[in-house]
């Protein structure tokens, strides 16, 4: 019979309590920044309310095993003061991959094709005469053997130049990047919390650049008043400051660390929620949160302009959509020829994955 049957539903194994506790304990300590005492404050409340744990494993047994898997440690063992390790930090940027790109699961691991061939190291099905210059590597030993048979024949078998054939490779492409984050007091403004959802995006951007394309370089700059540069272990820990935001600061830094790398592909990642408000002349501050300054706006278009002559695209990822921010964005975007994209918090890191994959198709 022709047709469809239902069941009743059953759904997934979740896994273990600990397995459970353990998702909800790492999007805890992305909400409190590393606070592992608030984070576990909070998760016992959710168990409270949702009975997670049961008369066979509780919260104690729980944070007994973070202890003993490496998750968390406590430095001063005459208090409860834990704080995460390496080992946890490792984890939620895996999680941040595994919520924000999942999509990621179904390409290859670690290489990025181009559609030019050339010296790499991912084989085609195309064969083509060997040319000077090369690789030896690359030489189909089968298929030349065969030539030098059929052009000059066993009695007299020889291998020769015209003899020879090699496997097409794709070029492999790489990339360096440098993504700026927004921590102006503007990404809480307003009972919105905005720099949860832009650290999930950067962990999960470094781990997958770190993981899945070994040979690309990330760089990761925070910028308010001035703008510095962080390492990956820092990214669960970020927190907004009482910071106005010097788009030129995090722009001249990240500008900077690309001029190092001898990469010829460079790009810029932005993630904010605001327009331009503070530019530095000489050691003051020249500050406007009052609209658009001129003065600030015009340094940063200046600057996005500078990056377009030294072919570095820019993708800004704008977290707001007031009509007049939207213009200032599109004016930069422009003096660029880069990208802009107005999305909302959850769809956040699917742009930022989606644009990069594409940037690496592209480049060269």
């Known amino acids: 019979m022709i047709g469809w049957r239902f069941s009743d539903f059953i759904p997934e194994n979740e896994g273990t309590i600990f397995d459970q506790l353990l998702k909800l304990f790492q999007e805890m300590l992305v909400y409190t920044s590393g606070n592992v005492s608030e984070a576990l404050s909070w998760l016992t409340q959710l ?68 559609r030019h061939t050339g010296k790499g190291d991912e084989h085609t099905a195309d064969m083509r005469p060997y040319e000077f210059g090369d690789s030896l590597e690359n030489i189909a030993m089968s298929e030349s053997l065969k030539n ?41 403004l307003y009972g919105e919390d905005r720099i949860t959802p832009a650290k999930k995006v950067a962990m999960a951007l470094a781990e997958l650049i770190t993981t899945r394309y070994a040979k690309d370089t990330l760089d990761i700059i925070v910028f308010g008043n001035d703008a510095w540069q962080i ?21 001249e830094l990240a500008m900077d660390l690309l001029r190092r790398r001898r990469n010829p592909n460079k790009q810029i990642f932005m993630i904010t929620d605001g327009k331009p408000t503070c530019i530095k002349k000489g050691k003051k501050y020249y500050k406007n949160s009052f609209g658009l300054d001129r003065k600030i706006v015009n340094r940063t278009l200046n600057l996005a302009t500078k990056c377009k002559k030294l072919d570095i695209p820019i993708t800004t990822f704008m977290i707001a959509r007031d009509p007049y921010l939207m213009q200032f964005v599109d004016q930069f975007t422009k003096a660029n020829n880069g990208k802009a994209f107005y999305s909302s918090l959850q769809g956040l890191g699917e742009f930022i994955f989606m644009d990069y994959k594409n940037n690496k198709k592209r480049r060269k």
């Not at 390492?231 to 010097?246: C, F, S």
């Open 231 to 251: 390492q990956i272990k820092d990214l669960p820990y970020l927190e907004v400051g009482p910071y106005h935001t010097n788009t030129v600061a995090g722009m």
């Open 148 to 188: 030098a048979q059929l052009n000059h024949g066993i009695d007299e078998f020889k291998l020769t130049h015209d003899d020879l054939e090699v496997q097409e490779t794709y070029y492999q492409s790489q990339m360096s990047t440098v993504l700026m984050i927004d921590i102006s007091h503007s990404m809480i």
């Open 47 to 114: 168990d409270k309310e949702y009975k997670i744990t049961d008369e066979n494993y509780g919260m104690a047994d729980f944070i007994q095993d973070l202890i003993d898997k490496g998750y968390i440690q406590n430095p001063d063992e005459q208090n409860e003061s834990f704080t995460i390790t390496a080992k946890m930090e490792i984890s939620m940027r895996q999680k941040a991959l595994d919520d924000i790109f999942d999509q990621v699961k179904k390409s290859k691991d670690g290489k990025h094709n181009t």
